[in-house]
């Protein structure tokens, strides 16, 4: 990659206390681009101050939805040491999800280097209070101006980043989820597994209608026959059965979620029985009947979030007596731990800032 030219700001301005917190509100004082050009490919790679974009009225990304991001976040620990999580993996993501939406390819390593690089310029944004972190979100838009409907030619990508709290406004709380029998998020064959625009855009109706009924959220069935957990949009979604830790499938309609990932590999450290299979709804309201269950959500944004009540045609079912499970405490604690430094990291996920190895 070319060396990236660094505009600073005249006019920084000053982050928030971390007490005050919410999710993707505040934004730092730069930001990374890099532009797209058919015959010159990537180029011109920048970080520059934090600014509005001008878009001709036409740019094809209004109209189609050719958009693609991200999400991962920077954590400093008690040591002071900034850690990204999963850094190489949310690069490689984020280029697969190019590639479903006809993106050109997104070299990973470039992704690696322009989001460290970002986040060494804006490091004093990197807040310090446990639950707290620096979300960066690196994205592509199509920008070519026209109104057939083809891939664009011309493309920027960019990553901004802002000091987060907790996603929900639970907190680490319990949350409530709606099962939907009505509306449908994706199907396998669509976009269900790119990280893409258009899939929150089709989360939008069915959450306000949760959102009526009292729910924080919706869980999406398959779009086919209405029967099998899919994942929530703003997180995947996971649950223990007795002694069997189930979640489901990558199955092309769900997103491969890296918090998702890391669950699974420490649960199957620990030596719990994990099955990524397909899961029906029935043997979940079964489930949550007999008092068997407990559910939790996982998600960079999301971290580990206890389910505390499930909504299902028309029935409220309370989910572990509305408290955090012991499994979904123990997931959150470690993956928090090793995100601050605090825990052993056998996987070497939290890399620190300097640290250009692996991912
Ligand atoms: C993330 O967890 O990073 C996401 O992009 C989910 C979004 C709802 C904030």
Not at 86 to 111: F, Q, T, W
Not at 308 to 313: A, I, N, P
């Amino acid at each position: 990659m070319n060396q990236i030219a660094i505009t600073r700001t005249a006019v920084p301005k000053q982050p928030p206390a971390d007490e005050t917190l919410a999710f993707g509100k505040v934004f730092s004082d730069h930001m990374f681009l890099m532009n797209y050009e058919a015959g010159t490919g990537w180029h011109n790679p920048r970080i520059e101050p934090y600014a509005p974009f001008v878009l001709d009225p036409a740019t094809c990304v209004l109209h189609y939805g050719q958009a693609i991001f991200d999400g991962m976040k920077a954590f400093r620990g008690n040591d002071g040491q900034i850690r990204l999580f999963r850094l190489g993996d949310h690069a490689r993501r984020l280029n697969k999800s190019a590639g479903y939406l006809c993106i050109p390819e997104l070299d990973p390593a470039m992704v690696e280097a322009s989001i460290r690089a970002l986040v060494e310029v804006d490091q004093r944004w990197v807040p310090s209070l446990p639950g707290t972190s620096l979300y960066i979100r690196p994205t592509v838009i199509a920008t070519e101006t026209f109104l057939g409907v083809h891939p664009s030619h011309s493309y920027v990508y960019y990553v901004i980043v802002g000091p987060v709290g907790a996603y929900y406004k639970e907190g680490m709380n319990p949350v409530s989820i709606l099962a939907s029998d009505t509306y449908v998020r994706a199907v396998q064959g669509g976009l269900g597994a790119a990280k893409t625009a258009g899939n929150y855009a089709a989360s939008l109706f069915g959450a306000e209608e949760a959102a009526k009924a009292g729910y924080t959220q919706v869980l999406w069935l398959d779009g086919v026959e209405h029967k099998y957990l899919d994942e929530v949009g703003t997180m995947n979604i996971m649950l223990k059965i007795g002694d069997e830790v189930i979640t489901p499938p990558l199955n092309g309609a769900i997103l491969a979620g890296i918090t998702r990932d890391s669950a699974l590999t420490l649960l199957r450290d620990w030596g719990l029985r994990v099955s990524e299979r397909p899961i029906a709804i029935d043997d979940v309201v079964a489930a949550a009947r007999a008092g068997t269950l407990e559910m939790w959500g996982t998600g960079t944004a999301a971290v580990i979030s206890p389910v505390g009540e499930l909504g299902y045609k028309g029935e409220r079912y309370i989910i572990n007596g509305r408290q955090t499970g012991a499994l979904t405490q123990k997931l959150y604690d470690t993956i928090v731990g090793i995100q601050y430094g605090t825990a052993p990291d056998p996987h070497g996920w939290a890399r620190p800032l300097g640290n250009r190895l692996g991912g």
